[in-house]
Each structure stands twice: as C-alpha cells, then as structure tokens.
Nanobody, 122 residues
Framework: QVHLVESGGGLVQAGGSLRLSCAAS????????MGWYRQAPGKQRQLVAE???????NYASSVKGRFTISRDNAKNTVYLQMNNLNPEDTAVYYC????????????????WGQGTQVTVSS
C-alpha cells in the first residue's frame, strides 16, 4: 500500500503565497517523477509542475516564474511553492508520484493524493 497525503491548501488573496506539501508513505521501493496537477470546476485536470528524481523540473507556462517545485528524497516529499497567486489559480491541487513498491520492484505505477483546495480571492 502506498499513500500520498497533501497539505497546505487554503484561501489566500490575489498576490499572496501558499506552499503545498505531499508526503508519500507505505511500501515504497523507489520514487521516480513527482508532480502537481490541478483541476478547476468544469475543467480537465492539468499538469502544473513535475520534478524527476534527479531534480529536473518542468512547469506549465501559466505558472512559470511564479511556482517552484522541489522535493526531499529522504522524506519522500514533494513541495510546491506558489507565489503571486491570482484567481485563475483557484483549483483542487493533486499530488502525483510514480512509485515502485517493495512487493513489485520492477513495476512503476502512478499514485494520486486526495487533493487539496486552493482558493484565490480577487
């Protein structure tokens, strides 16, 4: 069993900042890429940012220069620092991680967190 638990969402005014965290736990053998997605009401879930196990990053164009993704491999945790938030960033943010378990080490599966709400008021 693998679990991803997110924290750090909330309500913030436009121009403000939030930091999301996502900790993976369970029967983890290794974690490859980790990332954050978001889904606004009536829209499809979309990639916000992702980071490889080696630290390479990729961002959606709408968040470049405002959001920073990072990870602590020792803690199996990924972070998303969100600065200069605007109302268009309002969404449920989901953590994603590609993990191989101790039971099946040669198979990598994608796991999702339960989501955390981020609301930005104008």
């Amino acid at each position: 069993q693998v679990h991803l638990v997110e924290s750090g969402g909330g309500l913030v005014q436009a121009g403000g900042s939030l930091r999301l965290s996502c900790a993976a736990s369970g029967s983890i053998f290794s974690i490859n890429a980790m990332g954050w997605y978001r889904q606004a009401p009536g829209k499809q879930r979309q990639l916000v940012a992702e980071i490889t196990s080696g630290g390479s990053t990729n961002y959606a164009s709408s968040v470049k220069g405002r959001f920073t993704i990072s990870r602590d491999n020792a803690k199996n945790t990924v972070y998303l620092q969100m600065n200069n938030l605007n109302p268009e960033d309002t969404a449920v943010y989901y953590c994603n991680a590609h993990i191989s378990t101790t039971q099946i080490r040669n198979v990598i599966l994608a796991y999702w967190g339960q989501g955390t709400q981020v609301t930005v008021s104008s």
